[in-house]
């Protein structure tokens, strides 16, 4: 095979044009996929971002430093939570949540002391069209403390 023409140009074959254009789209649709996406892993993985299962993921945890701390501190909560006090009897000392579930975590708070438990984690109610998740605790002075969560970008507050 001969790369120069008799007057000493260099010829090229096509497959070696079509090739390098084809290489060059492929760096550039890596480059502009794999960019946002390196950028968005590495904030996930310093915290900056919460994933949109993290509520969920880290509930029990979150119950559970809320159960050994003896208090609900709404400050320290991750932006992933609403949190709110409750009474014995399910009324409510403080609240931070929606109304759905603010009515889902009296109800089970009430549901809870009935049946003498000290932790609660029910379902969601699709029924309603929500699937914002609830989490109580009762607290050593007998209050509970209740966390709820959805899937949702955490940070946004309606």
């Given at each position: 095979?001969?790369?120069?023409?008799?007057?000493g140009?260099?010829?090229?074959?096509?497959?070696?044009?079509?090739?390098?254009?084809?290489?060059?789209?492929?760096?550039?649709?890596?480059?502009?996929?794999?960019?946002?996406?390196?950028?968005?892993?590495?904030?996930?993985?310093?915290?900056e971002?919460?994933p949109?299962?993290?509520?969920?993921?880290?509930?029990?945890?979150?119950?559970?430093?809320?159960?050994?701390?003896?208090?609900?501190?709404?400050?320290?909560?991750?932006?992933?939570?609403?949190?709110?006090?409750?009474?014995?009897?399910?009324?409510?000392?403080?609240?931070?949540?929606?109304?759905?579930?603010?009515?889902?975590?009296q109800?089970?708070?009430?549901?809870?002391?009935?049946?003498?438990?000290?932790?609660v984690r029910?379902?969601?109610?699709?029924?309603?069209?929500?699937?914002?998740?609830?989490?109580?605790?009762?607290?050593?002075?007998?209050?509970?403390?209740?966390?709820?969560?959805?899937?949702?970008?955490?940070?946004?507050?309606?």
């Open positions: 095979m001969r790369f120069r023409n008799s007057d140009r260099l010829r090229i074959p096509l497959a070696l044009v079509v090739g390098r254009y084809f290489a060059l789209v492929l760096l550039g649709a890596t480059l502009t996929v794999g960019g946002p996406w390196a950028l968005l892993l590495g904030a996930m993985a310093r915290g971002v919460l949109a299962d993290w509520g969920a993921t880290h509930a029990d945890e979150t119950v559970g430093d809320i159960a050994s701390a003896g208090h609900l501190d709404p400050d320290s909560l991750s932006t992933a939570y609403r949190g709110a006090r409750l009474s014995a009897s399910g009324s409510v000392l403080f609240s931070d949540m929606g109304e759905e579930a603010l009515a889902s975590a109800t089970s708070v009430s549901s809870a002391v009935a049946a003498g438990e000290t932790s029910p379902g969601p109610d699709v029924s309603s069209g929500s699937y914002e998740r609830v989490a109580a605790v009762k607290l050593a002075d007998g209050t509970w403390a209740a966390i709820s969560w959805d899937m949702m970008p955490h940070g946004w507050r309606p």
